[in-house]
């Protein structure tokens, strides 16, 4: 079995988006991109045909689900991103699998209507895919808990981390690894996981 090596570090404030500087593009729909949308951005990811996948806090007065769209590359959203109604609470990671497929990672219990537990995996269009289930998913002390960074290893399983204590009803404290298909990869067992005074989430993770 290979050895997974992870240097973990916390934070104990807000997380915040940090943009690149970069020249400005004039072709870019500013105003139509602002005025729909509100609300901070916490990930985004951006396609290869220059389409940005954006998630945060965020809504749009223009389109009915939340916290989650696609923007075309003039900054208008995408409508044929079909979230649906979006999630409930705020989104904290996007992650693009080769595939073509989507992991999103928050505070939500539910996206498009469906149970969610905090990390669903999305198809290149939008919609749920259903062949990755992850029951209850995150908890903590009895509460819905939350997901705040998904990491994907070569191998296609998936490294979890954020704010609870037991996923879908196992004990795993603020990390755990899910195979492709959602369920809870039992081969790796972080014991007592992470604890710290204060009771801070755990926020990265990388993969050597």
């Not at 934070?11 to 020249?23: D, M, R």
């Not at 990672?105 to 999305?122: S, T």
């Not at 749920?128 to 509460?143: C, E, K, R, Y």
Request: hydrophobic fraction near 40%; charge should be negative; glycine fraction near 12%.
């Amino acid at each position: 079995m290979t050895k997974l090596s992870t240097l973990i570090s916390f934070i104990f404030s807000s997380l915040f988006l940090f943009a690149q500087p970069g020249v400005e593009d004039q072709n870019y729909n500013t105003k139509a991109f602002h005025k729909s949308i509100a609300g901070p951005v916490y990930s985004m990811v951006i396609q290869n045909d220059d389409r940005i996948i954006i998630g945060g806090d965020i809504t749009s007065t223009s389109n009915t689900n939340k916290y989650i769209y696609r923007i075309n590359p003039d900054r208008t959203i995408d409508s044929s991103f079909l979230a649906g109604t979006g999630v409930n609470k705020a989104i904290y990671s996007i992650l693009f699998q080769q595939d073509g497929k989507i992991l999103v990672g928050g505070d939500f219990e539910v996206f498009d209507g469906q149970n969610a537990g905090g990390i669903i995996r999305l198809l290149p269009d939008g919609q749920i895919d259903n062949s990755f289930t992850t029951g209850v998913g995150a908890f903590l002390l009895g509460q819905s808990g939350k997901v705040r960074d998904v990491f994907l290893q070569n191998d296609g399983k998936i490294i979890v981390t954020g704010d609870f204590d037991q996923f879908n009803g196992v004990s795993r404290n603020r990390i755990v690894r899910l195979n492709s298909d959602g369920t809870i990869d039992l081969s790796f067992d972080p014991g007592v996981g992470v604890t710290a005074n204060g009771d801070p989430y755990l926020y990265d993770v990388q993969i050597l």
